[in-house]
C-alpha cells in the first residue's frame, strides 16, 4: 500500500509522529521531514539518529516539499501560515493526518489490538508490545513512548517495531477523535476521564471503539468504563482489575519500591506474578495487556512469563537516579489519572514528595485546571512541595489568560505547600533548595522531550550540594 510512495513528515520529531515515521519507512517509502525543534536546535541527539536511517530532514520552512507526489502528513490543526503546509498546498501534494496514515496500515493488518483510554495507553501497548515479541509472534508495535526492552544501540528511540508477524499493536488517541479510525480486532478500553475532550464526547468516542472490536478488553475498576461497556452486553468481551468479577482478576497485592507481586487469577487458574515496574496503576495495566495477549492466542502463562520482564517505557516513573539519598524520577504525568496514578505509587513508601510539574499547554489548564489542583491538593502531604512553571509553549496562537498560577493558588488555598516559578531553571534551583536526603523528587509533564534532560540536571545539581 505505502511501497514507493514519498510521505514528508511535519513535525517527524513528535512523539506520534517518529515512531510512524519509521514503520513507514520499513513498509518501502521514502520519508522526510521537517521539525521545528529541529530548527530552535533541540533534541539533536533524535533528529542524528532519523538521519542515520536514511530520513532526511530539512527546516520547517517549505525547503523539503519539491513535487506535487510528495504527501504530506501533518496535524489538522497546525497553521496554513506555517511554511511546509503553504509549499505543499501550492505543489498540490495530497495531505493525510497522521492518524489517517497509522489507521491505515493498522486496519490493512492481518490482526490488530489497538489501546485506547485517557491513561495508560503507552504502557499497555508496551507490554502487549513485549508479551507477543516474546512469545515469539513478531508484532509490529506502534506506541507513543519509547519502549525499554527494544532500545538498542541501533534504536535509542525504541518507540515503534516493524515485525514480520500478522499482528499490528498501536495505542489509538481520543483527544484529536482520530480513536473512530481505527477497525481493531481486539480494543482494550483502560479508562474513561477527563482528560483533552468532555465526558459526554468521550463517552461517545469510547462506546464506538468497543462496539467495533472482536473482543473489547475493559477495566472493570473504572466506574465510567463500566457504566459505558456492561449495557452494550457485548459478546466475548474480558474484563480485568482488582474487583471481584473482573475476568483477570489481582489478588494478594503486596507493593515493593520498584515492583509489585501479585496473584492472577484467569480462566480459572491462579498464577504468581512479579512485576519490575511499580505501582497499582501497573498492576492493572499488567492485568489488561495479559487479557489482550490471551485474546490474541497467547497463553496466559507465556503472557504472564513475559510481562515480568517488561522494563517499561521512557519517562513513565523512570528513575533519573539517586544522590545524597535524594531520588529523581521523570514521569509522563499531565492528566489528574496519570498525576494521581504516580503520586500513590511514590506514597506507598515513607519519604517527602517534592513534585515539579510543566503543563502541557494553556488550554488543559482551562480544560481541567481545577481537577489538577484538585489531585495535587488531595495526594500531596502537609510536608510535600509543589512547584509549578509556565506551560510547554513552542510558537503558534494561544490563549494565555488562565495559566500555572491558577493550579498553584487552589492547591495553596487546601493548605499545601504550592510555589509558581515562571521560568524552569528557576524552578531547577528551586527545587534543589528544598531538597533533603530522604526526598523523592518528580518531574511531571508532557509533549517537551526537554523535560528528561532538566530532571537529569536537578539530578547533578543535587549530588554536588553539602546536604
Same mark, same amino acid.
Given at each position: ?7 514528508? &513528515?511535519?513535525? %517527524? ?5 517518529? =515512531? ?18 529541529? $530548527? ?6 533524535? &533528529? ?6 536514511? %530520513? /532526511?530532514? &530539512? ?23 506555517? =511554511? ?18 497509522? *489507521? ?29 515479541? /516474546?512469545?515469539?509472534?513478531?508484532? +509490529? #508495535? ?11 544501540? @541501533? ?27 481505527? +477497525? =481493531? ?9 477527563? @482528560? ?34 456492561? =449495557?452494550?452486553?457485548? *459478546? ?14 489481582? %489478588?494478594? #497485592? ?21 512485576? #519490575? ?40 516513573? @523512570?528513575?533519573?537516579? +539517586? ?7 521523570? /514521569? ?24 515539579? &510539574? ?25 510536608? $510535600? ?26 492547591? *495553596? ?25 530522604? /526526598? ?7 509533549? $517537551? ?19
Amino acid at each position: 500500500m505505502h511501497k514507493n510512495k514519498s510521505y514528508f &513528515f511535519c513535525g %517527524i520529531g513528535g512523539s506520534g509522529m517518529l =515512531p510512524l515515521a519509521n514503520i513507514v519507512r520499513d513498509a518501502g517509502a521514502s520519508v522526510a521531514g521537517s521539525d521545528r525543534a529541529l $530548527d530552535q536546535g533541540r533534541l539533536g541527539p533524535k &533528529f542524528k539518529w532519523l538521519q542515520s536511517l536514511g %530520513i /532526511d530532514l &530539512f527546516p520547517q520552512d517549505g525547503s523539503g516539499l519539491v513535487g506535487g507526489d510528495q504527501i504530506l502528513i501533518a496535524s489538522a490543526a497546525i497553521e496554513d501560515s506555517v =511554511p511546509d503546509i503553504a509549499k505543499a498546498k501550492a505543489l498540490g501534494c495530497a495531505r493525510m493526518t497522521r492518524a489517517e496514515l497509522l *489507521a491505515d496500515l493498522f486496519n490493512a493488518a492481518p490482526r490488530s489490538v489497538a489501546v485506547g483510554g485517557t491513561s495508560g495507553k503507552s504502557t499497555v501497548t508496551g507490554m502487549i508490545g513485549w508479551i507477543l515479541t /516474546d512469545a515469539g509472534r513478531d508484532p +509490529t #508495535i506502534m506506541n507513543g513512548a519509547v519502549m525499554k526492552n527494544f532500545v538498542a544501540d @541501533d534504536a535509542p528511540f525504541a518507540s515503534a517495531r516493524v515485525g514480520q508477524g500478522d499482528v499490528f499493536v498501536s495505542e489509538v488517541d481520543e483527544s484529536d477523535g482520530s480513536i473512530a479510525l481505527f +477497525t =481493531p480486532e481486539v480494543a482494550v478500553l483502560n479508562n474513561v476521564s477527563l @482528560d483533552h475532550k468532555s465526558l459526554e464526547e468521550l463517552r461517545q468516542l469510547f462506546g464506538d471503539f468497543a462496539r467495533k472490536a472482536k473482543v473489547c478488553v475493559w477495566n472493570a475498576d473504572d466506574a465510567e468504563t463500566v457504566a459505558l461497556v456492561a =449495557p452494550m452486553a457485548l *459478546a466475548d468481551a474480558i474484563s480485568f482489575g482488582f474487583s471481584a468479577d473482573a475476568n483477570f482478576r489481582a %489478588i494478594d #497485592i503486596t507493593d515493593l519500591p520498584l515492583g509489585s507481586s501479585f496473584t492472577l487469577h484467569a480462566m480459572g487458574e491462579a498464577y504468581p506474578v512479579t512485576l #519490575i515496574v511499580p505501582g497499582r496503576h501497573n498492576i492493572a495495566n499488567a492485568l489488561a495487556a495479559i487479557a489482550a495477549s490471551v485474546a490474541l492466542g497467547v497463553s496466559v502463562a507465556q503472557a504472564v512469563r513475559s510481562v515480568e520482564s517488561f522494563c517499561g517505557l521512557a519517562r513513565r516513573f @523512570d528513575i533519573v537516579g +539517586t544522590a545524597n539519598d535524594i531520588t529523581v524520577i521523570d /514521569d509522563f504525568g499531565h492528566n489528574p489519572d496519570k498525576i494521581a496514578a504516580t503520586l500513590a505509587t511514590l506514597k506507598a513508601f515513607p519519604g517527602r514528595i517534592i513534585a515539579f &510539574f510543566q503543563p502541557h499547554g494553556y488550554g488543559p489548564i482551562r480544560v481541567m485546571g481545577a481537577e489538577l489542583a484538585g489531585v495535587f491538593a488531595d495526594n500531596l502531604g502537609a510536608d $510535600d512541595h509543589l512547584l509549578l512553571c509556565d506551560p510547554v509553549y513552542f510558537g503558534g496562537t494561544v490563549d494565555k489568560s488562565i495559566g500555572s498560577q491558577s493550579i498553584t493558588e487552589a492547591v *495553596a488555598k487546601a493548605a499545601r505547600n504550592a510555589e509558581y516559578i515562571p521560568g524552569r531553571e528557576d524552578c531547577g534551583e528551586r527545587i534543589v533548595e528544598l531538597a533533603r536526603p530522604g /526526598d523523592r523528587i518528580v518531574i511531571m509533564g508532557a509533549r $517537551d522531550d526537554t523535560l528528561s534532560g532538566f530532571a537529569l540536571d536537578v539530578l547533578k545539581s543535587a549530588a554536588k550540594m553539602n546536604y
